[in-house]
């Protein structure tokens, strides 16, 4: 081939690497923004919605998802924050901050000329390695261990808005998962049976974990009827206490005055029957749910529900008609013929008790309650509010990791650096640039600790030499103690996260990594 | 080289500007047509070598597109959608970015179709082939500036095309008489694929889990049985293949989530309301109670609908259309898992997977053939709970469930994972198996050469262009992976013409000419065929072409 072609490829790739850097340029902008609410002296981010909504939150998947990115690669770190809150639901900040370090590695490995590739295979299998080693300093947890679990999820709660208040949050979100939790099938645990209702108005320090149910919907009273019931008989039904309405269009034809009246009457014998049959079933509280075709429940249907004595709670969504079912122990009733007390579920004391501003509806005392779990949260505002709910849910997921895979690690940095630590050693027993790689992968783990200190207004590079000494010296626990701005042995300190959640930040890292690597143009299409 | 193509990044069709000569020269034609007057106004026309001229700077625009992606040190692309969204894909299959980038240019089209034509045929090998044609293409503009007429070219070529495939006809070998060695083939040509794409760390895993899918198929054709779901969350190692069917969709409230030895009814039937389709229909009533008479009416007729289906003996009822309260009340009652909103696709699956037919009436339970399986129970894969299906009639059927860090990753997994599928479906229905690594190339460009030294006249020339440009294939995939690409070929050339019988090819991970055999580098024959004839048949079409005639567009608002 004639020299001139070993121009034009000369400048193909020179334009590849333009891609590759502007790549990593801007997912380690993405990084940096996040950056600073790490760790427990980490700084809240406010996100200003273009609807004029604020959002204040410590929570990395939150203010990415927020934070609205155009530029592709970009867009992987914030894709990666979220199957991070997907498979742990913590460290979502984390796991973004370590792509964007090894990222930064990355670029520092292209510009010594490493190819790609080469980058990409060591990477995969320092993380691999990082998992093995991570998976030896762990420690075994019991489920039984109610005190273990609290402590995980304290140190899922130091970092955030609510952290003062996690004495209270924590144990909370240990024995709603416990409650939930299917001894037989610890597999099956699903989030999405703990019912989170926040309400706003009282401080943090008010909220509880209810030992029944709580509606965020009021007690339908308009007609004066109940709102406190004691040795309640509930049912959940699905039809509506209205006029009738056929599928097919109809119309009445009303020929003259006296016709008119009929029809009222006819109406209200309609109704009538129908609210009495629900009387006859024994039922004396009603959960109505929602209905997009006709009214689920006219005044006049609430006015003769209120003279029978029963309490009627509406608007209930259709997606949450499976939660309650199981709470309650009753079955969904689609018509009124169906109403068999068999069907009803029954609890000591249904009561519209007043929270703060609004009012909610709390049943207690259920026969047969499912494996559901309760939790009314408080606050002063809706910002309070909203970011209690995502740590509530951080700590969850936090226990929910330990139910999955049952161990613990110490906090505070500590494993980044063991990891860092162990890596590097391994690394000089490989070869070539496989080693390199690996180095500067170790590296990049440091950046954990890094940050840590740094937001906690720690000197960085006194904690990280500090602590390399001690990992070094065996020290395995050594972590950093951003309350007393020390180094201290995590372990002593309580301050222990379960190992799904460090391992699963470091591999999905690499995997976003390599992908943003192997990278080499971005075609406009359709 | 006549022609400089640069690209220019922000140039939205993405095709070669001309170097400033050529673009003069094409002014001119452009002028004269026009003037001639006989086209519409607007229209084009380009004619003879400004017409060659534009398919070759098109054509090898889009082969150096793609020619990145080549070989497992390939690089990917990220595909960015101008329109709204402004979505992402991110990919290495040759396909699927010819598929979606805007071409401007007749020839570049041509090249974007035998890419599809090769994803429909065989599922792999969309980017060789469309690097093969480009090179071809290169070649024969060099001749044709060296004046060798266009048809001379394309007999040179046909010959060498025949006389390569009769050389890969003769160097493919059949293993399939020794399962197990037919298994470990399967294997190799499973990783080969795999070794370009997102997967090849984890390809070990992958190639497993492709060739156990297919295993199950037992030659019969027909990937639908395979289903591939996708999950976010965890890595892709853990990835698995289920032995049963999996529907993402929730089992009805109140209603059993276990059931042994199901009797399954598929149906597309309308579970909400039957209502009398014509349209203004309506009941005229003179009082309340008729209204609400009619709409006891309606419900009795639902109930008499459900009766119906439960009398089939069924305990499973799963509906393409949405299942109402009512309903779904009633088979809670008479003990019936009843799914609703299974989509279209999933609902073909299913019937064919549980063996049943979809059903939309209820009138002849005798006649209604069910769907049966072991077991059906919830399972859960990351934060959601999904339906599984275990112990189905269609014991071939089996599901993929892909899991890993982000939909992107997902999405080129599944692509990948299908490349796969389609290669080891080819490889089971043809057992011929090559091995890979440019070895093929190297060994059939040998003997269009030798034939080229045998040939008298001008179509020598072009034989040994067809055996250059084969020879670009192993050069591409040492260029992507940083090495000494003229070094590794000529090594290479030289070791097959010491030892007819050689087995050396391109080692991309050592970064020197290596054992194919010992390496385990094997490719499908089928696919490496596909990519010989598709490759000449393309560039024959658009070296013949001496005339572009651009219609005016069509004028809008």
């Given at each position: 081939m004639p020299p001139k072609q070993k121009n034009e490829l000369y400048k193909e790739s020179a334009r590849k690497k333009d891609v590759r850097t502007s790549n990593i340029e801007a997912a380690k902008a993405v990084a940096d923004a996040v950056r600073?609410?790490?760790?427990?002296r980490g700084m809240d981010k406010m996100v200003a919605s273009p609807n004029g909504e604020v959002i204040i939150t410590n929570d990395g998947a939150t203010i990415l998802q927020k934070m609205?990115?155009?530029q592709p690669a970009a867009k992987m770190l914030v894709e990666l924050s979220k199957s991070q809150d997907v498979v742990a639901g913590d460290g979502t900040t984390s796991v973004v901050v370590i792509c964007g370090a090894l990222l930064k590695k990355c670029q520092e490995l292209l510009e010594k000329g490493v190819h790609p590739t080469i980058i990409s295979d060591a990477f995969s299998k320092a993380s691999a390695k990082a998992c093995e080693v991570l998976e030896s300093i762990a420690i075994p947890v019991n489920m039984e261990d109610r005190e273990a679990l609290i402590r995980a999820a304290n140190t899922s709660l130091s970092?955030?808005?609510?952290s003062q208040y996690s004495s209270l949050l924590s144990p909370m979100a240990v024995d709603a998962v416990l409650k939930v939790m299917d001894p037989a099938r610890p597999?099956?645990?699903?989030?999405?049976?703990i019912k989170v209702v926040s309400k706003v108005?009282?401080?943090?320090?008010?909220s509880e974990m209810v030992d029944g149910m709580v509606f965020d919907q009021k007690a339908?009273?308009?007609?004066?009827?109940?709102t406190r019931m004691e040795d309640a008989k509930i049912a959940l039904i699905q039809?509506?206490?209205s006029p009738p309405k056929t599928d097919i269009e109809n119309n009445v034809i009303v020929s003259d005055y006296n016709q008119m009246d009929r029809v009222y009457k006819e109406e209200r014998n309609y109704i009538l029957s129908v609210v009495k049959k629900i009387k006859a079933s024994g039922c004396n509280v009603l959960l109505i749910q929602k209905s997009i075709?006709?009214?689920?429940?006219?005044d006049l249907a609430l006015h003769y529900l209120a003279k029978a004595k029963i309490m009627v709670v509406r608007d209930i969504e259709r997606d949450e008609i499976e939660l309650i079912s199981k709470t309650l122990g009753c079955l969904p009733i689609?018509?009124?013929?169906?109403?068999?007390?068999?069907?009803l579920g029954s609890a000591k004391l249904v009561e519209e008790v007043e929270v703060g501003k609004g009012r909610v509806v709390k049943i207690t005392?259920?026969?047969?309650?499912?494996r559901t779990a309760t939790v009314l949260l408080r606050g002063s505002n809706k910002m309070v509010l909203e970011e209690a709910d995502r740590s509530l849910h951080d700590a969850l997921c936090v226990i929910r990791c330990l139910v999955n895979k049952r161990f613990l690690i110490a906090g505070g940095s500590s494993p980044e650096v063991q990891v860092s630590m162990q890596l590097a050693h391994w690394s000089k027993t490989l070869q070539g640039m496989e080693s390199f790689c690996v180095r500067a992968f170790a590296e990049a783990l440091e950046v954990v600790p890094y940050t840590l200190s740094e937001n906690a207004g720690l000197n960085p590079i006194n904690i990280v030499t500090e602590l390399r000494r001690l990992h070094a010296a065996?020290?395995?626990?050594?972590?950093?103690n951003v309350k007393k701005g020390t180094i201290t042995n995590m372990l002593e300190e309580n301050v222990v996260q379960p190992l799904l959640i460090t391992t699963s930040a470091i591999t999905l890292a690499t995997e976003c990594v390599r992908m943003i690597l192997k990278i080499d143009d971005i075609v406009p299409t359709r | 080289m006549a022609v400089s193509c640069r690209r220019l990044a922000?140039?939205?069709?993405y095709l070669a500007s001309l170097a400033a000569h050529d673009i003069c020269r094409l002014t001119r034609a452009l002028q004269m047509s026009q003037q001639s007057?006989?086209?519409?106004?607007g229209a084009t026309e380009e004619r003879g070598e400004n017409a060659r001229m534009a398919s070759f700077v098109g054509a090898v625009a889009v082969a150096d597109l793609v020619k990145?992606?080549?070989?497992?040190k390939g690089m990917d692309k990220i595909l960015q959608s101008?329109?709204?969204?402004q979505e992402v894909t991110i990919t290495n299959d040759g396909a699927t970015i010819l598929k979606s980038i805007y071409v401007d240019n007749p020839a570049a089209k041509v090249l974007v179709d035998i890419s599809k034509v090769q994803d429909d045929e065989v599922g792999d090998g969309t980017t060789s082939v469309v690097v093969f044609a480009g090179e071809l293409l290169r070649e024969a503009e060099l001749l044709v500036n060296q004046k060798v007429h266009p048809m001379t070219i394309i007999a040179g070529y046909r010959e060498a095309c025949d006389c390569a495939r009769s050389v890969l006809e003769s160097i493919a070998f059949n293993h399939q008489s020794d399962p197990a060695l037919f298994r470990k083939d399967l294997l190799n040509i499973a990783k080969t694929t795999l070794?370009?794409?997102?997967l090849t760390v984890d390809k070990e895993h992958f190639a497993n889990l492709a060739v156990d899918a297919i295993l199950r198929l037992?030659?019969?054709?027909?990937?639908?049985?395979?289903h591939v779901i996708k999950k976010t969350?965890?890595?892709?190692?853990e990835s698995f293949l289920d032995e049963g069917f999996i529907l993402d969709k929730k089992i009805g409230?109140?209603?059993?989530k276990r059931i042994e030895d199901a009797r399954i009814l598929v149906a597309n039937t309308p579970m909400d309301t039957d209502k009398i389709?014509?349209?203004?229909a309506r009941v005229r009533v003179d009082s309340m109670a008729k209204v609400a008479d009619i709409e006891a009416a309606e419900k009795e007729k639902m109930r008499e609908k459900v009766r119906k289906i439960i009398d089939h003996g069924i305990n499973c009822f799963i509906n393409r259309q949405l299942i109402y309260n009512l309903p779904e009340e009633m088979f809670a009652d008479a003990g019936v898992m009843a799914i609703e909103h299974a989509d279209f696709d999933g609902i073909e699956r299913l019937a064919l997977v549980l063996g049943g037919e979809i059903v939309?009436?209820?009138?002849?339970p005798e006649t209604v053939k069910l769907g049966s399986c072991k077991l059906i129970e919830e399972i859960m894969i990351g934060e959601d709970r999904l339906i599984h299906f275990s112990g189905?009639?269609?014991?071939?059927a089996c599901t993929i469930v892909l899991r890993g860090a982000s939909s992107h990753i997902l999405d080129e997994a599944e692509r990948s994972l299908h490349d796969a599928l389609c290669v080891l479906k080819e490889t089971v229905a043809d057992a011929r198996v090559v091995y890979g690594g440019g070895w093929p190339e190297i060994r059939m460009a040998k003997a269009v050469e030798e034939l080229a030294s045998r040939t008298p006249g001008k179509k020598a020339m072009a034989m040994e262009a067809f055996a250059r440009a084969l020879r670009t294939l192993p050069a591409t995939i040492c260029d992507n992976a940083g090495l000494d690409s003229a070094e590794i070929v000529a090594n290479l050339k030289a070791a097959h013409g010491a030892d007819a019988e050689s087995r050396m090819g391109v080692d991309v991970v050592r970064g020197e000419a290596g054992d194919m055999a010992e390496l385990g580098i094997y490719e499908s024959f089928r696919v490496r065929q596909q990519v010989l004839l598709s490759g000449t048949e393309a560039s024959e079409i658009i070296l013949r072409v001496d005339d572009i005639i651009k219609c005016a567009p069509r004028k809008r608002g």
């Open positions: 600073t609410s790490l760790g427990p609205t990115v155009t970092s955030k808005v609510v597999a099956m645990l699903d989030l999405r049976d108005g009282g401080t943090i320090d008010d339908a009273k308009s007609a004066g009827g109940p039809f509506q206490i075709l006709r009214d689920a429940v006219t689609a018509h009124v013929d169906n109403m068999k007390p068999e069907k005392g259920i026969e047969n309650k499912g065996g020290e395995k626990y050594a972590g950093i | 922000n140039n939205r069709t007057g006989i086209l519409q106004q990145s992606t080549l070989g497992p101008m329109g709204r969204g070794s370009s794409k997102i037992k030659g019969n054709g027909s990937l639908e049985a395979i969350g965890g890595t892709l190692q409230v109140g209603q059993p389709k014509i349209y203004g939309s009436t209820f009138e002849n189905v009639a269609l014991g071939e």
